[in-house]
């Protein structure tokens, strides 16, 4: 099958940057989203064990790999936020037939490329990875990129929201089901980020882009903590990891974010009791992962059985924490940007 023609439509970048540099950012979040979703057990969403009726794991692959133009431009670009979601959209939708498929982890990788673009690019030397302190400048530049956003970001959007056919909460101002909400928006000349003000309350995603991308840090985090801790030696060890021990790091991740964070398109999708109940239960399995502190005490392999539990169940009910896998992907890049290798 051959990709359709996305009309790419952005202005060149400001800088011309290393084509190394670029092509890096492209394949770490190309390998995010595709690590993202062969985890396994991940509670209620597909992965390298289960398909849903409708949308596959190898839809998420297909999208995976289907979109690294569009990231690798995203990590030259420094403005063209809503062209290049709506591009990543078509990209994915081109290669795949399962519908949404990453729709919310492209909210997030773009702009983050954006900024890894432009951090890597204003350095005098070029390395070819971000130290920890440096990903807080990262996520600072990205939400800079993204308060910068325009009203034809905000009309790409709604182009690209169309496509993917993506699940919303019913509003009244500027509905993402309004064929007119798009001239509304000219006429009023809303922003891209002022739509995520709007949304903020009641979508994960949004609350990124306006409060800076705190979860994405702090998925990363967790990742690079758990991966650190199996490699120690420390009495704290996690022992027992199949494999590089990546894919647990992911799915112990995946259930801290979700019992910290409301997932909001379990929200969307059924009601805040519902979503509250998903957290609630991920943090009884975590509290018999951790001490207190919080820190990682026990064999990871005797609460395997656990995660499966919670994963039929969230399947049989059709209730999926998607958000909570767009702040997983996202943590992944940026642990990657930073050197994560296993």
């Known amino acids: 099958m051959s990709p359709i023609n996305t009309g790419f439509s952005c202005p ?55 979109v690294y133009p569009v990231l690798e431009l995203a990590a030259r670009s420094r403005n063209g936020i809503g062209v290049l979601i709506r591009s990543a959209v078509c990209e994915s939708s081109a290669w795949q037939q399962g519908g949404n498929t990453h729709f919310g982890a492209f909210l997030l990788l773009i702009p983050l490329s954006m900024a890894a673009g432009e951090l890597f690019d204003s350095r005098k ?5 971000l130290s920890p302190d440096e990903f807080e400048d990262l996520a600072v530049r990205a939400h ?18 169309e496509m993917a056919g993506v699940r919303v909460n019913s509003v009244d101002e500027f509905s993402l089901g309004d064929p ?70 992911i799915v112990y991740t995946f259930l801290k974010l979700l019992s910290r964070h409301r997932d909001t398109f379990i929200q969307t999708k ?17 509290s018999a992962w951790e001490k207190p502190s919080g820190h990682m005490t026990r064999d990871i392999a005797s609460l395997i059985p656990a995660v499966q539990e919670f994963d039929h169940e969230l399947l049989k009910k059709r209730i999926n ?17 930073g050197g994560l290798r296993f």
């Open 180 to 249: 007119e909400s798009t001239t509304e928006l000219r006429e009023q000349e809303v922003t891209l980020y002022e739509l995520m003000e709007i949304s903020k309350g009641y979508d994960l995603i949004a609350n990124e882009w306006t409060l800076g991308f705190g979860r994405c840090l702090e998925g990363a985090k967790s990742i690079i903590e758990f991966m650190q801790a199996i490699n120690s030696g420390a009495e704290n060890q996690v022992l027992n990891c199949s494999g590089t021990g990546i894919n647990e790091a």
């Open 125 to 129: 030397k070029a390395h070819f990875k």
């Open 12 to 66: 060149p970048p400001e800088r011309a940057e290393d084509p190394k540099i670029s092509s890096l950012i492209a394949r770490c979040a190309q390998l995010a989203m595709l690590l993202e979703v062969s985890a396994s057990p991940k509670p209620g969403n597909v992965d390298r064990e289960h398909n849903y009726s409708d949308t596959c794991f190898e839809h998420f692959l297909a999208s995976s790999v289907s």
């Open 144 to 161: 800079a990129f993204v308060r910068a956003t325009d009203c034809e970001d905000a009309v790409e959007f709604y182009k690209a929201f």
């Open 270 to 286: 059924f009601d805040t009791d519902t979503a509250d109940y998903v957290s609630s239960r991920a943090g009884e399995i975590l």
């Open 321 to 337: 924490p998607g958000s909570t896998a767009d702040i997983i992907i996202a943590g992944l890049f940026i642990a990657l940007l």
